[in-house]
Structures are given as C-alpha cells and as structure tokens.
C-alpha cells in the first residue's frame, strides 16, 4: 500500500497533526520508504521542507506561490 499525506501550513508553520499523519503513514508503510510521499502548498515552504525530512517521506511534492500562502 501507498501513502500521500497532505501537509498543512498556516503562515510558515506546519501543522503539529501534519507529521502525526506522516509519521503513521511512515509506520504502516513498513521497512519501505518509497511507499510514502508528501504534498505541501504554500509559500516560501524552504524551512517546513527541512523540517519535514526524517519523518518517513521518501517524497516531497511542493507548490509554492504567493496565492498559496495560506
């Protein structure tokens, strides 16, 4: 089984239940990290990216634009 978690962000900040999900899809995918990817759509989303890294996404799709900002 696959996973897609959907990040979400309000002004910069990343949701604490964000790497909850991402952390138990993590979990449920197992020894294989390839089955575990991430969406996060905002702006300037440099400093959320690194702070979503260790959480168990072997992906990380991004959409940044000054519209997506919230």
């Given at each position: ?14 949701k604490g239940s964000s790497l909850e999900a991402l952390s138990v ?15 996060l759509i905002g702006q300037d989303l440099s400093n959320i990216a ?21």
């Amino acid at each position: 089984m696959k996973f897609l978690v959907f990040l979400e962000q309000r002004d910069g900040n990343l949701k604490g239940s964000s790497l909850e999900a991402l952390s138990v899809a993590a979990n449920l995918a197992g020894k294989d990290p390839s089955k575990v990817a991430a969406v996060l759509i905002g702006q300037d989303l440099s400093n959320i990216a690194e702070k979503v890294q260790g959480y168990g996404a072997s992906k990380l799709f991004m959409a940044e634009a000054a519209e997506l900002k919230n």
